[in-house]
């Protein structure tokens, strides 16, 4: 049970969040099997609140089940190759009935909640063509989205839902891979998020070992990559043309484009998306930018964050109080770290002449710790020191001295630290010193 405080901070969370991705555009892809599970109805019901609070929803409707049945009941044979299927034009009428039949089940569920959507082809494509000796034949691939249509109807307030039919300049209907179609649309649409909703097992590392490091659960679920990870994962699994190694590759690729965030989730689950939104961990893979992505300068709009991001550690006498308006007269020294808009942790550099910078102000959000953004932040502002040819940078804190001797700091004293700091150094607080040597340039 949570208690009455973390409730609303609960509460102010889901604002800050709602406000962080107001008119910011979300690329859902989401495979027929889903669709069909009980725990479609609330997806969906998550999905209009995303949508009534502003964020731009875009479908994607995937329908390989309802294929494989439309073709099987008629008797078509169709083979796949490398996930895709070979689309004979015999086949292509059943494929185009099946693709809309899991369009339309999705407008269905969104037409129940009151919500309008509409069913339609912006999509133009062309013949995948002969890939390795082997004649795709009416399958296709995305030659070009009619991303200003699309915006148009977006801006009215509709949920646009494609269906994975292409069509080519002269009206041929072409199958194409709905996974492969969200993907560049979440690039041509400049995307904050792409979300693939499959039967998807957790991508555990039992599974698929790693040879380089990575953020893993407990139990083991890679819960993230960044693109460098990502690209790994991919080279070392490629041979096993798993659903695994198609939506990470995938993934990368939409990122690689712009996209911030791609999210692997089992559609299965009730709650998915907000949980992999709103919980650090989330529950499935998410692939993102590379790390130095997250940290950048401080803006006079993050100000109030950086504030409330501080109140709690100043309360438990780990940072000195600063008020807004000091944060704005020293918000060149500031950097943040940044997820999805929203500000978990900041630090300081104060530079004292032509030698030495002050680490200051270093704070995490308490639901962020043990990630790893209190070294990036300070790994990123010893290479901003080093890269203005500073020889030492310094840092005073009252509980965080193994810390900051763990990432390589040495204790030092106050006769280390430069004149104007000594004189306001305050004996009460008694903080620890401590400095990290900084290498001479070569
Ligand atoms: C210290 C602080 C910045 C660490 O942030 P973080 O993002 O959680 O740090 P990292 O993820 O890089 O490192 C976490 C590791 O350091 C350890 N750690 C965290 N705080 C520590 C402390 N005060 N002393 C020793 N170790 C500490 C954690 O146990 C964790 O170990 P684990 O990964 O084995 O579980 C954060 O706890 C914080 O904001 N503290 C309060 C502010 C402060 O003291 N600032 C310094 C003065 S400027």
């Known amino acids: 049970m949570i208690n009455a405080h973390e ?45 009534e609070a502003g964020i731009r929803i875009v479908l994607v409707a995937g329908a390989r089940t309802r294929i494989d049945e439309i073709l099987d009941r008629y008797n078509v044979e169709c083979r796949k190759y490398k996930h895709v299927r070979i689309s004979t034009p015999d086949a292509i009428p059943f494929i185009k009935m099946a693709a809309f039949d899991a369009a339309n089940r999705i407008m269905t569920s969104l037409s129940g909640q009151g919500v309008n959507a509409v069913i339609g082809n912006w999509v133009r494509a062309r013949s995948l063509g002969v890939v390795d000796g082997v004649d795709y034949q009416d399958a296709g691939t995305v030659d070009k989205v009619r991303v200003d249509l699309l915006r148009a109807t977006i801006e009215q307030g509709t949920i646009p839902i494609l269906p994975c039919i292409g069509w080519s300049r002269s009206g041929k209907p072409y199958n194409i891979s709905s996974r492969e179609l969200a993907t560049h649309l979440a690039v041509a649409l400049g995307a904050s998020k792409l979300f693939f909703l499959s039967e998807i097992d ?106 409330r991001l501080m109140q709690p550690l100043v309360g438990r006498g780990l940072l000195v109080s600063r008020s807004e308006s000091d944060l704005h007269d020293a918000i060149e020294d500031y950097v943040v770290f940044e997820t999805d808009g929203m500000v978990h942790g900041c630090c300081a550099l104060h530079r004292y002449g032509e030698t030495q910078a002050e680490i200051a102000g270093l704070a995490v959000d308490d639901n962020y710790e043990h990630f790893g953004i209190g070294r990036r932040l300070v790994s990123y502002l ?42 306001t150094y305050n004996r009460d607080r008694n903080s620890r010193i401590l400095i990290y040597d900084l290498s001479p340039q070569p």
């Open 382 to 423: 010893i290479d901003v020191a080093r890269a203005a040819r500073l020889s030492e940078v310094f840092v005073l804190t009252t509980q965080a001295s193994d810390w900051f001797e763990l990432i390589g700091f040495r204790p030092g004293a106050v006769d280390d630290i430069p004149e104007p700091k000594r004189r």
């Open 7 to 51: 409730h609303v901070e609960l509460i102010r969370e889901v604002f800050r969040y709602a406000q962080a991705f107001h008119d910011k555009t979300f690329v859902l892809q989401l495979d027929d099997a889903v669709v069909l599970r009980p725990a479609i109805v609330g997806v969906m019901r998550d999905l209009v609140m995303m949508h």
């Open 202 to 307: 957790p991508i555990v590392t039992a599974d698929y070992p790693m040879d380089v490091e990575i953020d893993a659960t407990t139990d083991g679920r890679i819960s993230r990559l960044n693109v460098d990870q990502a690209q790994r994962f991919v080279d070392l699994h490629a041979a096993r043309e798993t659903l695994a190694v198609e939506l990470v590759g995938l993934g990368l690729r939409a990122v690689s484009g712009g996209v911030e965030r791609v999210h692997i989730v089992d559609g299965r689950s009730e709650g998915v998306i907000l949980q992999e939104i709103f919980s650090n961990l989330g529950v499935g893979t998410m692939v993102h930018g590379n790390e130095y992505q997250s940290i950048r300068r401080m803006r006079a709009g993050d100000v109030p964050d950086v504030y």
